[in-house]
């Protein structure tokens, strides 16, 4: 059964009149904790007899967050498109002779979808430092200016291991998207806002994009290689979407010229009731420690890490895998572009129903992975003479996507202490990471073209997601209903510090 403070919270944050005040921010200043709380807060209580007690409308509130979606959405949607572009586009040069022209044995293959992991695992943690030490928009956009030179220079690559440190490099250039992603949403939205959100940019439209990209290179007759072409179109792509970041992406609410003093002060008004915070320039260790010793950390690591073993075998093998059911190169392309569909439709379709609620999560979460782990047991058990069957079960394999992005949304929604997010949102991409290097390696060069370990992976991972998923609900209902007394009293004070969600007793865990 939810406790009280959970039956209470769908109310809270769908409140449709805000009323906001400065009143706790200005205690938190007079109590002498001004080091310890949100860069918002400060500029509330610094401001706080000329900004005043005005309330807004449900509508005026509707409108405000229209025109953010209008103005964060599409560049970060495009840019994680990217992202998954770049990454992604070894499947479709697979088809065009990447793998003849630079020689590629054995194991090799999939170790090239494995690089760009390392690199992501190598940079995480100087990106991560750096992007609280830099403006987070110049740094970001400097590093997609950076991987889109990356995917241009592979395709001046001869041998294995040329390509092999452009994508090295071109995941430790991308390694920073997810983190920033992540920490951009959550300084904007509440948490029941979210997931939307998340599944629109998250998306996983890259195989559609793939598969059309794939398509008209199959029409490309010169002597040029039509793999070169697929890696300098998306490299030149990329380096011009940078600068789109650069100019159109604000820091933060309060560094945003598009919005008047009283839409930023709607902004920082509407985060105060999830105690999750915008920002704080001090960096506090005691909050990674605590992140470090919380058994939820570990959860969540294993849960994505599970989730991402069969991304990272589908993403460099499912051209492979159509085509080694007797399709040409042509047909292939065509027949990959169904999956990206597949996991963008079931991804947002999932992140809708969850925003509804904040109370179950993660049991709709853990049902949601029955649809992957059915398509990977129809793989493994159909034969391959089934080409109708496989297809089948290759693409609900594809709705793999709709339970990461909601989970996203979970831990995003229960974390909190800038610090802490900084560091868990780092933190977990090297969970995304691990699952991307081992999922290629579970696919075989000598089991080729039914890549059985792969598909016997994929359903592991799937058991030991759903079982790391509902214990972290589980974990976070109880500890909600030993905290009923502090949830009681949702304002004050400490809303406007920069606690971490263990500190302050009156936060409430999304389940």
Wanted: a positive charge.
């Amino acid at each position: 059964m939810p406790s009280s403070g959970e039956k209470n919270l769908d109310r809270i944050v769908e409140a449709p009149v805000m009323k906001p005040t400065a009143e706790q921010a200005v205690l938190a200043i007079k109590a002498g904790r001004a080091k310890d709380i949100d860069i918002a807060a400060q500029i509330i209580a610094e401001n706080a007899d000329s900004m005043g007690d005005q309330p807004w409308t449900a509508e005026e509130d509707k409108k405000l967050m229209r025109k953010v979606d209008w103005r964060l959405v599409p560049i970060l949607f495009v840019c994680a498109a990217l992202s998954g572009l770049d990454k992604t586009a070894i499947s479709s040069a697979a088809l065009y002779g990447l793998r003849e022209d630079l020689g590629l044995t054995g194991q090799q293959y999939s170790w090239l979808g494995s690089a760009p992991f390392f690199g992501g695992l190598a940079f995480m943690g100087p990106s991560a430092y750096c992007l609280q030490r830099f403006p987070a928009i110049a740094y970001f956009s400097f590093n997609i200016l950076m991987w889109g030179v990356t995917a241009c220079a592979m395709a001046g690559c001869k041998s294995f291991g040329g390509f092999f440190a452009c994508r090295f490099l071109l995941g430790g250039f991308e390694a920073l998207l997810i983190p920033a992603v992540t920490l951009i949403i959550s300084q904007w939205y509440k948490p029941n806002e979210q997931p939307k959100r998340m599944a629109i940019i998250l998306n996983v439209i890259a195989p559609i994009l793939n598969g059309f990209i794939a398509w008209l290179v199959s029409y490309h007759k010169g002597s040029f290689a039509g793999w070169k072409i697929i890696f300098l179109s998306l490299g030149v792509f990329t380096m011009l979407w940078s600068g789109v970041t650069f100019w159109f992406l604000p820091n933060n609410p309060l560094d945003t010229p598009w919005l008047s003093s009283r839409q930023k002060f709607m902004i920082i008004q509407r985060k105060a009731g999830d105690n999750t915070g915008v920002e704080s320039n001090t960096f506090k260790w005691e909050q990674v420690i605590e992140a470090l010793l919380d058994v939820k950390t570990w959860l969540i690591w294993f849960a994505i890490m599970a989730l991402q073993v069969p991304n990272g075998g589908l993403t460099t093998f499912n051209t492979l895998i159509i085509k080694g059911l007797g399709f040409s190169s042509l047909q292939t392309s065509l027949l990959a572009m169904p999956p990206g569909a597949m996991s963008t439709l079931s991804g947002i379709a999932l992140s809708y129903l969850a925003a509804t609620t904040r109370r179950y999560r993660t049991p709709m979460i853990a049902v949601s992975i029955l649809l992957p782990l059915l398509g990977a047991i129809l793989c493994y058990s159909l034969p391959r003479t089934n080409l109708a069957g496989q297809l089948i079960g290759l693409y609900i394999l594809y709705t793999y996507w709709a339970p990461y992005v909601t989970l996203v949304s979970v831990y995003q929604a229960n974390i909190a202490g800038h610090s802490k997010k900084l560091f868990l949102y780092a933190w977990f991409f090297v969970a995304w990471a691990t699952g991307n290097i081992i999922g290629p390696q579970t696919f075989r060069a000598d089991q080729a073209p039914a890549y059985t370990g792969g598909t016997v992976a994929m359903i592991v991972c799937y058991a030991v997601a759903i079982v790391c998923i509902l214990t972290y609900g589980a974990i976070c209902h109880f500890s909600n209903q030993r905290r009923q007394p502090e949830i009681r009293g949702l304002s004050g004070e400490d809303d406007w510090l920069d606690l971490t969600d263990k500190e302050n007793r009156a936060f409430v865990y999304t389940t």
